[in-house]
């Protein structure tokens, strides 16, 4: 059964320093979302893609955080400087579609602790 | 702000019981409602999803019902075993637009199973 590949699973990074997570959605899907999980808490989306391009970042902390999916394929997101608060599980999930008429399918995810 | 959230933090059942995981929502523009089981190191696991226009659905072992005059969602999950000990999440898609269809997670329910 195909996955969500994401890599590196587990993270420890300094506070200041720069980290960057990576996600293979499942082969064929369009639309890609980076979710953050705060520990004991639901996910909450960062970033949504369709393709190559970016259909919301509202909730994206521009100033640290960047994302991007070039060939609409894999993504790579970024936190450049890492803060204490940014310690927390981060999902990266993919779709056919829009969710209302395909499943959100999520991947393991990256654990992150910043020290 | 609106969001989805969940009544109880934690949800202790017998082997064998009936399980009931409550969710409460407010944002009455909500269109699509998903449950998805959260095992310890892994990514949501999609369970079962309903449409604003329907009341109950029905899966193996699930069903959800869906209560839109007091913006109420349930999870019903017939016979407990022991691989159902998970965080239980409820999440919802309002679709605001442009394509954007993140989903809303509320905080999560905690089932654990008694032998």
Same mark, same amino acid.
């Given at each position: 059964?195909a996955e969500?590949a994401? *890599?590196?699973?587990?993270k420890?990074?300094?506070?200041?320093?720069?980290?960057?997570?990576?996600?293979d959605p499942?082969?064929?899907h369009?639309?890609l979302y980076?979710?953050?999980?705060?520990? %004991?808490q639901?996910p909450?989306?960062?970033?949504?893609f369709?393709d190559e391009s970016?259909?919301?970042d509202?909730?994206? &902390?521009?100033?640290r955080f960047s994302?991007e999916?070039?060939?609409g394929v894999?993504?790579?997101?970024?936190i $450049? &400087?890492?803060?204490?608060g940014? *310690?927390?599980?981060y999902l990266c999930?993919? *779709? =056919?579609?829009?969710a209302?008429?395909?499943? $959100?399918?999520?991947?393991p995810?990256?654990r =992150?602790t910043v020290t | 702000?609106?969001?989805?959230g969940l /009544?109880?933090p934690? =949800?202790?059942?017998q082997?064998g019981?009936?399980?009931?995981?409550?969710?409460?929502?407010?944002?009455s523009?909500?269109d699509?409602?998903i449950?998805?089981k959260q095992?310890s190191g892994?990514g &949501?696991?999609f369970?079962?999803?309903?449409r604003?226009?329907m009341d109950k659905?029905?899966?193996q072992?699930?069903?959800?019902? =869906?209560n839109?005059?007091v913006?109420h969602?349930?999870l019903?999950?017939a016979a407990?075993?022991? %691989?159902d000990s998970?965080?239980?999440?409820c999440?919802?898609n309002s679709?605001? %637009?442009?394509?954007?269809d993140?989903?809303?997670f509320g905080?999560g329910? /905690?089932?654990?199973?008694? &032998?």
């Amino acid at each position: 059964e195909a996955e969500v590949a994401q *890599s590196p699973r587990y993270k420890i990074t300094e506070k200041s320093q720069a980290v960057a997570f990576w996600c293979d959605p499942i082969s064929g899907h369009a639309t890609l979302y980076w979710y953050r999980q705060i520990l %004991g808490q639901g996910p909450e989306l960062l970033v949504q893609f369709q393709d190559e391009s970016v259909v919301d970042d509202s909730q994206l &902390p521009k100033d640290r955080f960047s994302a991007e999916r070039l060939k609409g394929v894999d993504s790579t997101l970024k936190i $450049q &400087p890492a803060e204490l608060g940014d *310690s927390a599980m981060y999902l990266c999930a993919s *779709s =056919l579609g829009l969710a209302g008429n395909y499943e $959100q399918y999520f991947g393991p995810g990256t654990r =992150l602790t910043v020290t | 702000g609106e969001s989805v959230g969940l /009544h109880l933090p934690t =949800l202790s059942v017998q082997e064998g019981d009936n399980s009931i995981i409550n969710c409460a929502y407010s944002n009455s523009a909500s269109d699509y409602f998903i449950w998805y089981k959260q095992e310890s190191g892994k990514g &949501p696991q999609f369970i079962i999803d309903i449409r604003s226009n329907m009341d109950k659905r029905q899966g193996q072992r699930v069903t959800v019902l =869906l209560n839109k005059t007091v913006k109420h969602l349930s999870l019903q999950i017939a016979a407990t075993q022991p %691989g159902d000990s998970a965080v239980y999440f409820c999440a919802e898609n309002s679709y605001p %637009g442009g394509g954007a269809d993140g989903l809303t997670f509320g905080k999560g329910t /905690h089932l654990i199973i008694q &032998p």
